[in-house]
């Protein structure tokens, strides 16, 4: 039977994650290429990052290995030990397909396929890293990388248009083509399913129902740049105006410190680490995001799956979700008084809010797991239609 290795990277777990020993999770991420090969026949192998993978259970019927593949480019030793790791698994077992992604997954995946001449390479880039606006490394140095190994690869799949159109310009091995997909896709019918007293919940944040509620979600970095957020909220001249940021990091003193300056301490209200984001996101009214840097954002697929307008930073990724004066607001990043107008026109128009979450509830339609599950599959028979073993 011919194999199939799917991996990616993750954040390096600490030891006892590492060392876990608890079923191994599958992310739609990973989902919908692994039951797709799963129906094409092949024997299919998982990366995974945790120590002795292999007698783990899984939701899937699959093989589990230790990808050892972190986020980190410049981890050097990571990488090599990610590197002879799937060596192991393409040496010892019948792969005639890897099936990588993200940045370092990427790299790797890649590397081995040539190495050892591997049937077929795909790679899933979830947002690349020379984007408009990049450092000029990335835009130099890391984009010569991509070209380079586009040479080993049969196909590339992309989640954004700025992106598809950058890997159109990449050649890839004889026959290889550039797909773009609906992004990992989110489960509709979980948000269609949750059912939350707004009230309750309100109440137990200290906001009251006559309040104006926003939420951010995401790591507490500066490539968030929740600063203007706090900025624009303070230029908002409505006192019932409550921020929700969901995220822990690195910033958060420092955004602290600016809700202290700005005057507005008492309504942005950081939350840390929450599991009840998409409860919190049925009781706000307005998604900011306000990011510099996205590949296919979850959060605001997730937004807009719970109904919420969104005033959304003018980059790619986020423009290839919402509709600009359809589902919200689109405005550079840097554009305070922008910002600060849009979120003021929403504040102040409680039909407009309700007409533009409607509209987004339809829009997201295109981005349902299931959605993307067929374009997987589609892609897949394409570009392993003639290698694929009969079940």
């Not at 005033?311 to 008084?337: C, F, H, M, T």
Request: glycine share 8%; charged share 25%; net charge positive.
């Amino acid at each position: 039977m011919a194999g199939y290795v799917f991996l990616s990277n993750s954040t390096k777990p600490t030891q006892k994650e590492q060392n876990s020993r608890e079923e191994v999770k599958l992310t739609n991420v990973s989902r919908p290429c692994l039951q797709t090969a799963l129906d094409m026949g092949y024997e299919v192998y998982f990366g995974t990052n945790r120590a002795n993978p292999e007698n783990l259970k899984c939701e899937l019927p699959v093989k589990l290995y230790d990808s050892h593949s972190y986020r980190s480019i410049t981890a050097i030793k990571d990488n090599w030990t990610a590197y002879k790791n799937l060596s192991q698994v393409v040496e010892t077992e019948n792969v005639e397909v890897i099936h990588c992604n993200t940045p370092v997954g990427g790299m790797v995946g890649r590397f081995v396929g040539k190495k050892y001449h591997v049937n077929k390479v795909i790679y899933t880039a979830h947002g690349f890293h020379f984007f408009k606006g990049a450092p000029l490394f990335n835009r130099t140095v890391l984009k010569f990388a991509e070209r380079i190994m586009a040479h080993w690869t049969d196909a590339i799949i992309t989640m954004n248009e700025e992106d598809y159109q950058s890997a159109l310009k990449f050649k890839l091995r004889k026959g290889g083509k550039v797909y773009k997909v609906h992004g990992v896709g989110i489960t509709l019918d979980e948000f269609r399913n949750i059912n939350v007293d707004k009230q309750a919940k309100r109440s137990e944040l200290g906001l009251k129902d006559t309040d104006i509620v926003c939420i951010s979600a995401g790591d507490l970095v500066v490539r968030k740049n929740y600063s203007i957020a706090i900025k624009a909220l303070a230029k908002v001249k409505n006192k019932n105006v409550h921020y929700l940021i969901c995220g822990v990091g690195p910033e958060k003193n420092n955004l602290e410190k600016l809700a202290v300056n700005n005057g507005i301490a008492d309504r942005i209200h950081f939350l840390g680490f929450r599991s009840d984001v998409k409860e919190l996101m049925k009781i706000s009214d307005i998604f900011l995001f306000t990011t510099l840097q996205e590949g296919l954002p979850r959060s605001m697929m997730e937004a807009m799956a719970c109904g919420l307008p969104c005033v959304a930073s003018k980059i790619r990724g986020n423009v290839d979700l919402l509709d600009e004066g359809q589902g919200g607001y689109l405005r550079e990043p840097s554009d305070l008084e922008g910002i600060t107008e849009c979120i003021g026109f929403l504040v102040g128009d409680y039909s407009l809010r309700k007409q533009m979450g409607k509209y987004n509830l339809e829009s997201i339609k295109n981005y349902d797991v299931n959605v993307v599950k067929r374009e997987i599959g589609q892609i897949y028979k394409e570009i392993l239609g003639e290698e694929k073993c009969q079940k």
